[in-house]
């Protein structure tokens, strides 16, 4: 590694941190991370199983929920291994280009994500505001085409803050990175150069992104209940927010920690590190970890079909 004025020329390690100040204890904390992610692990392969096991269950709803089951089980891969191998076995190097790839991954399983719960929203304003032509609008075409363009838009806009990083920044302060994971304003915080494309492209993306999405799935929930406290029957007003509850716990749950992560990386210099940082490894471990047991408890069909897998385990 050549250094230039103090500054570090083209590293080809960086040094993860962990939990800036939490250092001590981050063996102890390792636990509870771990556990999180052995249970999103089993919950959303489950989901994944019944969901392709059971034909009745092959229709827009449970195939969103199968194309996030899937995507949290990514991401939570992405960050976990080599976090634990920070906080228990005192592996904090990783490569310049793992930790591009692992920053890409990352961001990119987190737009997919989003654009997932976007779809989610759609399908349930189309299913709950027009239901005569729910069956027509998300035809088996749609689905395809959904779940390629959530997953395309999210890497497209992803790649060009990696080339950028790549191509533009060649010097750097420190090659210690104050983070459990290649987050890309903690990476671009590093370079001794001027980083104002970089955090405008950020920006950029976060907004096209996550800012694009919460504005349509806000505003499909908006009509959604306009449509459901109209509804004569009290009965039918009960069962038609019945079928939202779970992906509005799962909305509001992934946004909000999502936009805090987000603004304290740019603006929250007041917020102790180990708060923020641990913020956003509980982003990343939260929803993923969350999701199936939301699903399970307020989904009867993945509750009734769990039960029915678990009595066959026991009889076999």
Excluded at 39 to 68: C, D, Q, R, T
Excluded at 199 to 223: E, H, N
Excluded at 273 to 278: A, E, K, Q, T
Aim: hydrophobic fraction near 50%; proline fraction near 5%; aromatic fraction near 14%.
């Amino acid at each position: 590694m050549l250094t230039f004025n103090g500054s570090f020329f083209m590293p080809s390690v960086f040094t993860l941190v962990g939990i800036p100040g939490l250092e001590p204890v981050q063996c102890w904390i390792g636990i509870p991370f771990c556990t999180m992610y052995v249970i999103a692990v089993i919950g959303n392969s489950l989901i994944l199983v019944i969901i392709k096991k059971e034909n009745s269950l092959h229709i827009p709803m449970y195939i969103f929920l199968a194309m996030l089951a899937a995507t949290d089980m990514a991401l939570s891969t992405c960050i976990l291994p080599k976090m634990l191998g920070i906080f228990w076995f005192h592996w904090p190097e990783i490569s310049f280009d793992a930790c591009l790839l692992q920053m890409g991954l990352i961001h990119s399983f987190q737009g997919t994500e989003s654009g997932v719960l976007l779809a989610m929203a759609l399908d349930r304003y189309v299913a709950i505001c027009n239901p005569l032509r729910h069956a027509t609008v998300f035809s088996q075409k749609l689905l395809t085409h959904l779940g390629v363009g959530v997953t395309l838009r999210a890497t497209f806009l992803i790649l060009p803050s990696l080339l950028l990083i790549k191509c533009r920044l060649k010097l750097y302060q420190t090659t210690v990175i104050s983070h459990s994971y290649c987050e890309h304003m903690a990476v671009v915080k590093l370079a001794a150069e001027d980083i104002r494309v970089n955090k405008i492209y950020g920006l950029f993306v976060a907004f096209a992104i996550l800012g694009f999405d919460i504005i349509f799935i806000t505003m499909s929930y908006v009509r959604i209940f306009v449509t459901v406290f109209q509804l004569p029957q009290k009965e039918a007003r009960v069962k038609a927010f019945n079928t939202c509850i779970a992906h509005i716990c799962v909305f509001l749950q992934f946004y909000l920690l999502a936009f805090f992560s987000f603004f304290t990386h740019r603006f929250g210099s007041h917020i102790p590190p180990y708060v923020h940082i641990l913020l956003s490894d509980l982003y990343l471990l939260v929803p993923p970890f969350l999701n199936p047991i939301v699903y399970g408890v307020k989904t009867k069909e993945i509750r009734r079909h769990a039960w029915k897998m678990f009595v066959s385990f026991q009889k076999s």
